[in-house]
C-alpha cells in the first residue's frame, strides 16, 4: 500500500509519514515520486528519501535539523537513533 | 473578509480596545492567593489571578513581575480591577497602582493585614467587586477592526504534523491579519533556536535582525549552559514520542507561525509593541510564561497550537486551541476549538488559515473558546530573565 509522505521544501531529504508505515510500504510524496520503506516507521516520523552518509545534514523544511549518526539508506526510519542535532 | 472584520469592543481609555470586558481580582503576592479565590468562589463572575510569586527575590525578577502584573491590569480585554495584597510584600498594591495609575482604569485596592484578615478582606474585595461588575455592565461598546487586534502565538505540545499543519495554517491567518492592519505576536524564544536562517530572513531592519540574532544566541548560550549536551534536544518526552528529533526540527515547525509577513519589530518580554504587523517577543518556551507576556503586551486573544493536546487557558485572554491532527480533535473535543488535521486528508493550507481567522473573529464578537468554558486559566511569570 501507499502512505502519503509530507515534504515541505523540494531540498529536503527526509518526508513525514502521515501513517504508520510498514517494510515494503511505498511512500508517496505530492508530486507523486515513491520511496519504498525497508522498516516500520510509526506516523508523524520521518522517512529517509535518499541515503544520507553518517555526518551528513538531514534536511526539513529546507534547512538543516541535524546530522546523521551513522549512514542512513532511503526508505530507513529516521529519529533519535540515527539523527542528532550537535549544533 | 476585510470589510467584514468587524466587531462590538470596549474602547479603553489609553484607546486599546477590549474583546472581553472582566472584572479582574489579582493577587499581588502569593499570600493573597487565598482571599482572591474566595472572592471568585463567590462571584464567579469575576476572572480571579493568584501566583506562587512573593518577596525576597532578585531585582532584575521583582521588575518582571511588576512589569506583567501591571501588563495584566492594563490589559484591554480587563475592564475594572480589584488589586488585594498582604501588606508587608515587595510587590505592593500601592506600587502596583501607581505602575498602572495612567490606564486610567477603574481599580480599587484591599490589603489584608489593613482591613483584618483574610474573611474581611474577601467580603470587602467582593463588595469592591460586585459595584465594579454593575458599572462594566454599562459601559458602550465600540466597532472594532482587525487593526484593533494583537494576537499571540504559543505552540504546546507539539508533534511532527504541529509544524505540517497547525503551524503553518496558523502562519497563514497571521498573514492575513497582518494585511488587515492587525499585529500578532511570534514568541518563545527557546523554540526559535536552530531556526534564526528563515527568520533573519523575514527581518525588516538590521535592527530587528540583530536583536533577533542577539536573543536566539543568548537563549541557546544559556540551554548550553543549563542543560549541557541535553541541550540540542530540547523537547519534552511527548515531542519526541511525536516523532520530532532535534530542537531545530521542532523550532522551524515552531515559527512556520509567526507566517510570512515581515518581522517589524523585537520586544522584550512584556513590552508594549510600538509597531502593528508581525512582531516578535523575548519569551520562554514555557507557554504559560509565554503567555502572560504577551498579555502583558496587551495581547487580547492567542492562537494555540498542539499537537498532543493541551487544555491550557489564559485569565482574561481567550486562547484558541488549534489541533495538528484529526485524532487529537476527536479525543479531546471539549478542549480543541479547530482541527487543522484536515491539511493530512487533503485541506489546504489557506483554506484552514481562512477558517482560523474565522474563528478569531467569532471570538472578538463573543464566542467563548473552550478554554473559557472550561475555566481554564492558569498564570506564571517568567524568572531570570526569560527561561526555558
Redesign the interface.
Known amino acids: 500500500m501507499a502512505v502519503l509522505g509530507i515534504r515541505v521544501h523540494p531540498r529536503d531529504n527526509v518526508a513525514v509519514v502521515a501513517a504508520d508505515v510498514q517494510a515494503g510500504d511505498l511512500v508517496r510524496l505530492d508530486d507523486g515520486s515513491e520511496v519504498a520503506a525497508v522498516e516500520a516507521i510509526p506516523r508523524g516520523s520521518k522517512v529517509a528519501l535518499c541515503g544520507i552518509a553518517s555526518g551528513g545534514a538531514v534536511i526539513r523544511y529546507g534547512e538543516e535539523i541535524g546530522r546523521a549518526t551513522k549512514d542512513i539508506a532511503a526508505g530507513e526510519y529516521v529519529h533519535t537513533h540515527n539523527l542528532a542535532g550537535g549544533r | 473578509m476585510s470589510e467584514d472584520f468587524v466587531f462590538q469592543g470596549w474602547r479603553r481609555a489609553d484607546g486599546r480596545m477590549g474583546i472581553r470586558n472582566h472584572c479582574l481580582v489579582l493577587a499581588t503576592v502569593a499570600c493573597a492567593a487565598g482571599v482572591v479565590r474566595e472572592v471568585w468562589r463567590r462571584l464567579p463572575e469575576v476572572v480571579s489571578v493568584e501566583h506562587a510569586h512573593g518577596c525576597g527575590r532578585g531585582g532584575p525578577d521583582l521588575g518582571l513581575q511588576v512589569k506583567t502584573l501591571a501588563g495584566l491590569v492594563q490589559n484591554p480585554n480587563v475592564g475594572a480591577v480589584v488589586l488585594v495584597g498582604l501588606g508587608c510584600e515587595v510587590v505592593s498594591v500601592r506600587l502596583l497602582k501607581g505602575a498602572v495609575a495612567r490606564s486610567g482604569k477603574p481599580l480599587e485596592t484591599v490589603v489584608i493585614q489593613e482591613v483584618g484578615g483574610s474573611r474581611k478582606a474577601a467580603d470587602r474585595a467582593e463588595g469592591l467587586a460586585r459595584r465594579l461588575l454593575g458599572e462594566l455592565e454599562s459601559l458602550p461598546r465600540e466597532r472594532g477592526t482587525a487593526a484593533d487586534l494583537m494576537v499571540g502565538l504559543e505552540c504546546g505540545g507539539s508533534?511532527?504534523?504541529s509544524?505540517?499543519t497547525a503551524n503553518p495554517a496558523v502562519g497563514k491567518a497571521v498573514d492575513r491579519l497582518v494585511e488587515l492592519g492587525g499585529t500578532a505576536i511570534l514568541a518563545e524564544t527557546t523554540e526559535m533556536i536552530?531556526?534564526l536562517?528563515?527568520l533573519l530572513r523575514l527581518a525588516e531592519s538590521e535592527e530587528v535582525a540583530a536583536k533577533l540574532k542577539a536573543n536566539v544566541e543568548r537563549q541557546e548560550a544559556r540551554a548550553r549552559e543549563i542543560l549541557g549536551p541535553l541541550?540540542?534536544?530540547v523537547l519534552a518526552p511527548g515531542n519526541?514520542e511525536?516523532?520530532l528529533?532535534?530542537?531545530?526540527?521542532k523550532s522551524?515547525?515552531c515559527i512556520?507561525k509567526g507566517g510570512s509577513s515581515p518581522i517589524r519589530e523585537v520586544v522584550d518580554y512584556g513590552d508594549r509593541p510600538s509597531r502593528q504587523g508581525l512582531v516578535v517577543m523575548d519569551t520562554p518556551g514555557y507557554d504559560i510564561e509565554s503567555l502572560a507576556g504577551m498579555a502583558a503586551a496587551g495581547a487580547q486573544a492567542v492562537l494555540f497550537t498542539t499537537g498532543r493536546g493541551t487544555p491550557v487557558g489564559f485569565p482574561a485572554v481567550p486562547v484558541i486551541k488549534i489541533s495538528s491532527?484529526s485524532e487529537l480533535f476527536e479525543a479531546m473535543p471539549d478542549d480543541i476549538d479547530l482541527d487543522a488535521g484536515i491539511v493530512?486528508a487533503g485541506k489546504s493550507i489557506d483554506e484552514v488559515g481562512e477558517q482560523i481567522l474565522g474563528l478569531l473573529l467569532r471570538v472578538a464578537r463573543g464566542q467563548k473558546t473552550k478554554a473559557e468554558v472550561n475555566g481554564q486559566a492558569v498564570f506564571a511569570i517568567a524568572q531570570g530573565g526569560p527561561a526555558f
Open positions: 508533534d511532527t504534523f509544524g505540517l536552530g531556526a536562517g528563515p541541550a540540542d534536544g519526541v511525536g516523532g528529533t532535534t530542537i531545530a526540527e522551524l515547525g512556520a491532527n493530512l
